[in-house]
């Protein structure tokens, strides 16, 4: 919203190249983000699935036990997509500032505060279905990207909220 406010005012055409590349990329990350509550569901129908199976024999123990592993892992990444995109759209609020409308400037931390509530909530279920994952080293890698999106989303929410407490104040 706050880069096409920018985009379609005069007053701020020096601008203009940014918010047309900031449109773009926020479009692309609501699609992207709409398509990772899909991906999540499906991710848990494949444990729903997973459970559902036999388990009589030692054969079915053994075919259900490695299906609710790849379920699982797929119940895992689901989220992480979705964190990775969160951390992405905390990147955009940030570069929103240099928009320089002051008005936005409480929209743009909204987006920021929006961001980091999704990804804090995509984390907790990484790491919820980590706890049955017993592959340790996909556990491990998802774990640091998971914390790595944690980090840097959490330095642009922080810079956007500094900037946003700044404007607030000068207002």
């Given at each position: 919203m706050v880069a096409r406010i920018v985009a379609g005012n005069a007053k701020y055409a020096e601008q203009h190249a940014l918010a047309h590349d900031l449109i773009e990329k926020a479009?692309?990350?609501r699609d992207r983000s709409l398509t990772a509550r899909h991906d999540d569901e499906h991710?848990?129908?494949l444990v729903v699935a997973a459970t559902a199976l036999p388990k009589a024999t030692a054969v079915e123990k053994a075919e259900r036990?490695?299906?609710l592993q790849a379920a699982f892992?797929?119940?895992?990444a689901a989220p992480l997509a979705a964190a990775e995109s969160a951390k992405l759209i905390a990147t955009l609020a940030e570069r929103a500032?240099?928009?320089g409308n002051a008005h936005l400037v409480g929209d743009i931390g909204t987006a920021a505060e929006f961001a980091a509530a999704a990804l804090a909530s995509a984390a907790i279920n990484v790491r919820g279905n980590h706890t049955y994952l017993k592959d340790r080293d996909l556990i491990a890698?998802?774990?640091?990207?998971?914390?790595?999106?944690e980090r840097e989303?959490?330095?642009?929410?922080s810079r956007v909220r500094f900037e946003v407490g700044r404007a607030f104040a000068r207002a």
């Open positions: 479009d692309s990350l991710a848990y129908g036990a490695e299906a892992a797929q119940a895992a500032l240099a928009l890698k998802q774990a640091a990207l998971l914390e790595r999106y989303c959490a330095t642009h929410v």
